[in-house]
């Protein structure tokens, strides 16, 4: 069994910074794409970053240039670095993980809010 544990959700003015962590723990032989997603009140999850195993990334059109998705394959983590945030960013942001252990499959992390108001 795989667990996504999130952490660094928090409420912060506009402009502000944060750093999301996912760590991944379990079984694990091997870790796959991981990805950032987020849900707004009312509105659909979307896909916010995107990292490959080898490092490659992608990101929405929305967070360009602001946010950077990394991981630390030693620690089985993953982060994603928000600078400049807008208050259009307020969501639920969650963890996806493909894992290998006896089998390929994905893994969700239970969420973590972000809040970016004044």
């Known amino acids: 069994q795989v667990q996504l544990v999130e952490s660094g959700g928090e409420s912060v003015q506009p402009g502000g910074s944060l750093r999301l962590s996912c760590a991944a723990s379990?079984?694990?032989?091997?870790?796959?794409?991981s990805s950032w997603y987020r849900q707004a009140p009312g509105k659909q999850r979307e896909l916010v970053a995107v990292?490959?195993?080898?490092?490659?990334?992608n990101y929405a059109d929305s967070v360009k240039g602001r946010f950077t998705i990394s991981r630390d394959n030693a620690k089985n983590t993953m982060y994603l670095q928000m600078n400049s945030l807008k208050p259009e960013d307020t969501a639920v942001y969650y963890c996806?993980?493909?894992?290998?252990?006896?089998?390929?499959?994905?893994?969700w992390g239970q969420g973590t809010q972000v809040t970016v108001s004044s």
């Open positions: 996806n993980v493909w894992v290998f252990t006896t089998m390929l499959k994905a893994y």
């Open positions: 990292i490959s195993s080898g490092g490659s990334t």
């Open positions: 379990g079984s694990i032989v091997s870790i796959g794409a």
